[in-house]
């Protein structure tokens, strides 16, 4: 088995930025309520003629152009998205296009918040077993489209952004370990109800606003915190590495306070953590991939750091990836 790492990341926000007091002129909410409940202070929201693909594009040139590779390199594209640009075909496959990967194999993966990392272990194991040589992973999302903005109990929480990260096989470091779960029997907690062979687009489905992300926000906070804190002892368990040798924890920015409760029970505090949710708010698959993505150009991590990616998500899913630098 060949040895697997990160050789390049990158990431996209779309201008246009949506704060806490312009929400308050449209919904009744406050800068107060979101800041202490959430910890978001604004969030990124793609342009009219922006669609997920054009955010993964600019993620995916950002990340080759790290890696120093070019598009013909890349011989597998996997988009982690549940905003895709349609229903088919797949937005990896319209990433392909648009970059020029000819070369590439391309799926997407609808595992939520959790996407980013059930891609890279997908994508990881192909590398490791010798099928592909480089892998273009990217998290993209334009969650604007599927908010309810009459609702605030959601409409606060949600952002547009990409990330992206180039696998490849590397000579030291690399990816030690991957951790993944589902339980579907929680889905009715998170979802977008309508839209699909359930409940197919009709007048009815646009006017009870069933297009639109529905949460149980409440009950999905305590699962996210044990699911969050489980998925980081097993992964590390299973890398045979103690939490005290992990430099830096990247979470889903889901909410500052969801990290603050994990960190709680790991025994960490809140600065072993990389958060940015106050600039982007949760933007699903692609907030793990931009974080990553800014944690490396911002220093926080370094060569021969110990890296740990935590996520849930929608389905329920969560997993979580132990990443030496
Ligand atoms: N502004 C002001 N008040 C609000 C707002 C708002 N934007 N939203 C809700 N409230 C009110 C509620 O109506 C309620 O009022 P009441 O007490 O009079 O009934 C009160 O605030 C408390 O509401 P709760 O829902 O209990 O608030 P909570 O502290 O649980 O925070 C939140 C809500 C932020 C949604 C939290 O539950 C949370 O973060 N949950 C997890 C969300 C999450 O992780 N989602 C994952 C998405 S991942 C993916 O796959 C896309």
């Given at each position: 088995m060949k040895r697997v790492g990160v050789i390049g990341v990158g990431k996209y926000l779309p201008k246009k930025i949506l704060s806490n007091s312009d929400l308050e002129k449209t919904v009744d909410t406050s800068d107060e309520w979101i800041t202490t409940r959430t910890g978001i202070k604004e969030r990124r929201l793609a342009a009219k003629t922006e669609a997920?693909?054009?955010?993964?594009?600019?993620?995916?040139?950002?990340?080759?152009?790290?890696?120093?590779?070019?598009?013909?390199?890349?011989?597998?594209?996997?988009?982690?998205t549940v905003t895709p640009d349609m229903q088919f075909p797949a937005t990896a496959c319209l990433l392909q296009n648009?970059?020029?990967?000819?070369?590439?194999?391309?799926?997407?993966?609808?595992?939520?918040?959790?996407?980013?990392?059930?891609?890279?272990?997908?994508?990881?194991?192909?590398?490791?077993?010798?099928?592909?040589?480089?892998?273009?992973?990217?998290?993209?999302?334009?969650?604007?489209?599927?908010?309810?903005?009459?609702?605030?109990?959601t409409c606060v929480l949600f952002g547009?952004?990409?990330?992206?990260?180039?696998?490849?096989e590397v000579k030291s470091g690399g990816i030690i370990s991957t951790y993944l779960g589902s339980d579907g029997s929680m889905s009715e907690l998170l979802m977008v109800p309508a839209g699909g062979s359930r409940n197919p687009a009709?007048?009815?489905?646009?006017?009870?606003?069933?297009?639109?992300?529905?949460?149980?926000g409440?009950?999905?906070?305590?699962?996210?915190?044990?699911?969050?804190?489980?998925?980081?002892?097993?992964?590390?368990?299973?890398?045979?590495i103690k939490i005290s040798?992990?430099?830096?924890?990247?979470?889903?920015?889901?909410n500052t306070r969801i990290i603050a409760a994990v960190g709680k029970k790991l025994g960490l505090s809140l600065d072993k953590f990389y958060l940015n949710i106050e600039r982007?708010?949760?933007m699903s698959s692609a907030s793990l991939a931009v974080a990553l993505c800014e944690a490396v150009k911002e220093g926080r991590i370094k060569k021969g750091d110990t890296v740990l990616l935590d996520a849930f998500g929608a389905g329920l899913v969560w997993g979580a990836c132990v990443i030496k630098w």
């Open positions: 997920t693909s054009d955010l993964a594009l600019k993620a995916a040139k950002d990340a080759l152009l790290d890696a120093k590779l070019n598009p013909s390199d890349v011989e597998l594209i996997i988009v982690a648009s970059l020029g990967a000819k070369n590439a194999v391309c799926f997407d993966v609808a595992a939520a918040c959790a996407g980013f990392i059930y891609a890279i272990s997908i994508a990881q194991q192909f590398i490791a077993r010798g099928v592909y040589k480089n892998a273009l992973v990217v998290g993209a999302e334009t969650l604007s489209t599927i908010t309810d903005w009459q609702d605030r109990s547009d952004g990409a990330g992206a990260a180039v696998l490849s009709s007048y009815k489905t646009i006017d009870s606003r069933l297009h639109c992300i529905k949460m149980r409440n009950e999905l906070f305590k699962v996210a915190v044990n699911t969050m804190t489980h998925a980081a002892e097993a992964v590390l368990k299973q890398a045979g040798e992990v430099n830096l924890i990247i979470p889903h920015q889901a982007y708010g949760n």
